[in-house]
């Protein structure tokens, strides 16, 4: 088995002032990753090595090299040294589930009741947002959500009506616009932002929170076929709803 060899290592920064030992050592190897300094399988400088370059304590190298460790950063080999890391890619998903079968799965009661539900001329930011005209139809809906009578989200949607021209004709107390769009229009792609913050005073209101209330708010848009489906803004009371999911290496 072989190795590569180290680099000659960069100089060491001058200590920030407050910086704790073990952070300016664990900064100093961070940064030589970064940059390439220590290519993936590189042997990187020794314990003795950073015990000396930093005046410090073998302890205080050894915590910094094992939180880089800890980090995926690095690998330690007993008895050889430490290497930078082979960084495996890391894929992750959110797969878009219809809420009526999250709440029916935890064994809850779904039902929603509709506050708006009709046909509007887009505005010129929405209406590029969905591949449409200014001024062009759109749908748009106002549902919320409940689990155990319990509001738990707040959907504000718009909808391409090229994509799902019956959509207002549907009966959302019977079935959600994630499951009917769906069932009409696959969507090939889905691009999300979400974020910690604040709802709107409607929201807060349809919601039974308090405007300050910290809330889960996700955006998202569909597309299919390179057509945009729909866009719509997803609020949940911070304390009653969590996103869960997994990532594989």
């Not at 889905?190 to 809330?215: F, M, R, V």
């Amino acid at each position: 088995m072989t190795f590569s060899h180290p680099s000659p290592s960069p100089a060491a920064p001058p200590a920030p002032v407050g910086q704790a030992p073990y952070a300016r050592v664990k900064d100093y190897l961070k940064t030589g990753l970064s940059v390439g300094h220590w290519t993936p399988g590189t042997l990187m400088p020794s314990e003795s090595e950073l015990v000396s370059r930093f005046q410090v304590s073998r302890m205080t190298v050894t915590r910094a090299l094992r939180e880089l460790q800890t980090e995926g950063l690095v690998s330690r080999v007993q008895g050889v040294g430490t290497f930078a890391a082979h960084l495996a890619p890391v894929s992750s998903s959110l797969t878009i589930r219809d809420l009526h079968e999250e709440i029916v799965a935890r064994g809850n009661r779904h039902h929603a009741q509709v506050h708006l539900a009709q046909e509007e001329r887009a505005a010129a930011g929405l209406a590029q947002q969905l591949g449409l005209a200014t001024g062009a139809p759109v749908f748009h809906t106002l549902i919320v959500h409940f689990e155990n009578s319990v509001p738990l989200q707040c959907e504000d949607r718009y909808v391409n009506p090229a994509c799902a021209p019956d959509y207002l004709k549907t009966d959302f107390t019977q079935i959600t616009p994630t499951h009917y769009l769906l069932s009409v229009a696959p969507l090939w792609e889905a691009q999300y932002s979400i974020e910690a913050g604040p709802p709107s005073a409607q929201e807060a209101g349809l919601l039974g929170i308090a405007p300050t209330d910290p809330c889960l708010i996700i955006v998202r848009r569909t597309i299919n076929r390179d057509i945009p489906i729909t866009l719509a803004r997803l609020v949940h009371p911070g304390s009653r709803y969590q996103i869960h999911g997994q990532f594989k290496p």
